[in-house]
């Protein structure tokens, strides 16, 4: 491995150790604070949560515009897009059931993120159909525009790590604008638009670094893979925990 390959390994690292460590301050937090009863919009949530009378037949739209997007990419032989568009949203299904088990292990006074207004479907405690829908869009977009070389620097910065940023912060400033009209809602305060550290490093950074490192895997069959290990993973989570009604 060449010094620029090797900078692109140390980085990455450091970034995960940085998401591993913020991940671990985020799950003790709500602990450690004086949480009772519920608090705004829980109940709500709760109510709504696989609640299939709120049908929208917009789902069946979504649905054909996503299955069209990937058609495209398949037309054009582009596996590595595809493989990490569906990393990117299994790296948020990994968020949205330890969100759900947060709200569960804190007795129902709140998730982390909550949806508000009307959903076609609501899956788990904060996640829809529409944002699975627009994080299929998302993670194909995240590959375009990336440079071919992954061992290449921006300002001495490895650009996989670079861009996984910046696309983070894109996604957190579209949070911060729902979240401003109550559309999404924050109730804690470490995690919120006034103290956005968490969000950063968590609400779409690991997602995108995710899908880079799908992307950039030598072959088609590491990356299926890769992406069917975790996606069965997460399957046989959610066919466990929902039963039991932790998330």
């Known amino acids: 491995m060449d010094e620029k390959g090797n900078t692109r390994v140390i980085q990455m690292r450091v970034a ?81 059931i330890w969100n759900g088990l947060i709200f569960t292990a804190t007795g129902g006074y709140s998730a982390y993120w909550m949806c508000n207004f009307t959903s076609g479907y609501q899956t788990l405690i904060g996640w829809n159909i529409e944002i699975i829908f627009c994080f299929l869009f998302f993670g194909l977009c995240v590959t375009k525009g990336l440079p071919k070389d992954k061992d290449a620097k921006i ?19 579209v949070e911060i604008i729902l979240n401003s009209f109550d559309a999404l809602i924050w109730n804690y305060w470490w995690w919120s638009a006034r103290f956005p550290l968490f969000l950063m490093l968590l609400a779409y950074f690991p997602f995108t670094l995710l899908a ?24 046989i989570t959610l066919l466990v925990f929902i039963p039991l009604g932790w998330i």
């Open 212 to 235: 880079y490192y799908v992307y950039d895997l030598p072959t088609t069959k590491q990356q299926a893979k890769f992406v069917g290990i975790m996606g069965g993973i997460l399957l």
């Open 16 to 96: 995960w150790i940085l998401i591993a460590l913020a991940y671990i301050i985020v799950w003790i937090l709500p602990f450690l604070a004086d949480l009772s009863g519920h608090a705004h919009g829980s109940a709500q949530n709760l109510a709504n949560t696989r609640d299939a009378s709120h049908f929208g037949w917009w789902i069946i739209a979504l649905l054909g515009a996503v299955s069209f997007a990937y058609a495209l990419e398949l037309d054009r032989g582009n596996w590595s897009g595809i493989f990490a568009g569906i990393s990117f949203v299994l790296m948020d299904t990994f968020n949205e």
């Open 155 to 173: 300002i001495g910065i490895n650009n996989r790590v670079v861009f996984a940023f910046a696309w983070a912060m894109l996604g957190v400033i």
